[in-house]
């Protein structure tokens, strides 16, 4: 069992224990898009081996099965314990992690892009935020937002991409709200300051219409142009590139949602260069359209 290198990616293996085969696949699917969410829902016949160090976080909730003893492992902390339906385990990006167990069972899997959750604790706390290893707990609010994810996948994403934003941003929120802690600033005294990403996320806002560049942002932040890049990228996850195109996107999705503006006037609105440009990231970034986005809001969901 290998952690993920360069030339080696994911290194995960599922196995059940009657035959040291692969588990059953109920349903697998991914969300469109380049931060979509993974999910699987597995069955695991005469035991279950889960093991690997995945480069996204990891969360995998009990479905239930047989009621025996699993062994746990992430990083260097274990656990051996009586796992019951609803029970939770979460495994952050790039740490080795172990679950073991001779007991039948169901799993659903939830695998999480780094970079999603980074912005959306970034946009939020202003700060790095770095996710919490569960190795065994219950939570029904996270439970319940996992579960509608799965329901809206095996739909087929039937309900579009503006209601799995929705139910992503619970996800992510309960997340945020009780697994995700502001990284040690002791380890890293470079790393940006709260009150210096609200200053960014503040100017960025007042000023979304209008080109910015990075040089703009590092005056904003008072860094050196040279160093800014690195130590944005170390701080928040992703370069300050990345992070404004996702700010004026979430800011271009609450405009389609909420207002009767045209696609010309929220890319202007936005800091998009023309209606084309602002579809072309939606579509990369969200597996839609504009378009698609405004066409299922005005459509009835059924519940």
Sequence with gaps: MTCRTPDRPDEIRLEQG?????????????SPGESGIELAQLRFAGGMLAAGCASRHTLMF?????????????????????????????????????????????YLLLSIPKHSLAFFAAERAGSPCT????????????????GQLAD???????????YWNELTDVLYGRLFQNYLFAAERSVDRTALEPRVMARINAYVTAHLCEP????????VAGKGRF???????????????????????????KMIRESEMSLVEI?????FVDQSHLCRWVKRVYGATPTQFAKLLAQPRAN
């Design 62 to 106: 009990d479905l239930g099965g047989e009621r025996g003893p699993i062994s746990c492992r992430i990083g260097n902390r274990s656990l051996v314990h009586v796992s019951l339906p609803g029970n939770i385990a979460i495994c952050p990006a790039d740490i080795e992690f172990h679950g073991e167990t001779r007991n039948s069972s169901r």
């Design 18 to 30: 009657n035959d040291d085969g692969q588990p059953d696949v109920l349903y697998a699917a991914r």
């Design 267 to 271: 890319a202007a609105a936005t800091g």
């Design 131 to 146: 996710l919490n290893a569960v190795l065994s707990g219950y939570d029904a609010q996270l439970l319940a937002a996992a």
């Design 227 to 253: 160093h800014f890049p690195r130590i944005f990228r170390r701080s928040v996850g992703m370069s300050p590139y990345q992070y404004l195109v996702q700010l004026r996107l979430r800011h271009a999705i």
């Design 212 to 219: 910015i560049d990075v040089d703009t942002i590092a005056a």
């Design 152 to 162: 809206e996948a095996a739909a087929g994403f039937s309900s579009g991409p503006s």
